[in-house]
């Protein structure tokens, strides 16, 4: 079964509109991940949170994580056209045995 | 380095027929993980191997689902009888450390195979 639900399943904006994603999950986790995937390729790895982080950036991304209500937002600034994605929240469920369990991911659509 | 490396990129079978998919992980890698993804069900984790040795495979359909990791640089996921159903993307993914550095994993481009 997937751990992360993420919100909305679609969303579309306009260009240098900022994008907001969010992720619920229901056990403890270690760490908390988001991916994007390009329509037709494989998912890319974007930024890794920790269950001790409250907030993470890299460029435009910003992650959120409260794990008091197991939740993490995905936030993009600025949006560009290229940002069109589907994003995906994965975690480990606590384990540290290696896999992932992804959502069901938010299809992004930015229109120029 | 190229990237874990995935092989058919697109695949059209007839129901019945052996599907062979294959992966190269990236290179250093200990963690290799085969996903399906569909519409319908999302991305699954079919089996994943560390250090080549397959940790789970509860993720695999049915006994018609066999996957095998000779050595660090190979992996083949092997389909047979194939059926309609089995129709999906698959993607193969490698990782140091499993899910703990802060680069996660690494997906290929994916097997889209379509069964007739």
């Known amino acids: 079964s997937q751990q992360g639900e993420e919100d909305p399943q679609a969303l579309s904006i306009q260009e240098g509109e900022n994008a907001t994603m969010n992720c619920s999950y229901k056990?403890?986790?270690?760490?908390l991940q988001w991916y994007r995937q390009n329509s037709g390729r494989g998912l890319v790895h974007l930024i890794l949170i920790r269950s001790n982080e409250r907030e993470k950036h890299s460029g435009r991304l910003r992650v959120t994580l409260d794990t008091s209500k197991k939740s993490s937002s995905l936030l993009i600034t600025a949006s560009r056209a290229a940002d069109t994605a589907s994003y995906f929240c994965?975690?480990?469920?606590?384990?540290?045995?290696?896999?992932?369990?992804f959502g069901r991911g938010t299809q992004l659509t930015v229109w120029p | 380095d190229a990237g874990v490396i995935q092989s058919p990129r697109h695949e059209v079978t007839e129901m019945g027929q052996e599907v062979t998919l294959r992966c190269k992980p990236i290179?250093?890698?200990?963690?290799l993980f085969w996903y399906r993804q569909t519409m319908m069900r999302g991305l699954e984790l079919l089996i994943y191997?560390?250090?080549?040795?397959?940790?789970?495979d509860s993720g695999m359909p049915e006994d018609r689902f066999s996957a095998k990791m000779p050595n660090a640089s190979f992996s083949t996921l092997k389909i047979q009888p194939s059926e309609p159903r089995d129709s999906a993307v698959y993607f193969c993914a490698s990782s140091l450390t499993g899910n703990r550095l802060d680069y996660g994993y690494t997906f290929g481009s994916g097997t889209r195979l379509t069964v007739v």
């Open positions: 191997f560390n250090n080549n040795v397959p940790i789970d």
């Open positions: 056990t403890s986790i270690n760490n």
């Open positions: 290179s250093g890698h200990d963690y």
């Open positions: 994965a975690t480990d469920r606590g384990s540290t045995l290696g896999r992932l369990y």
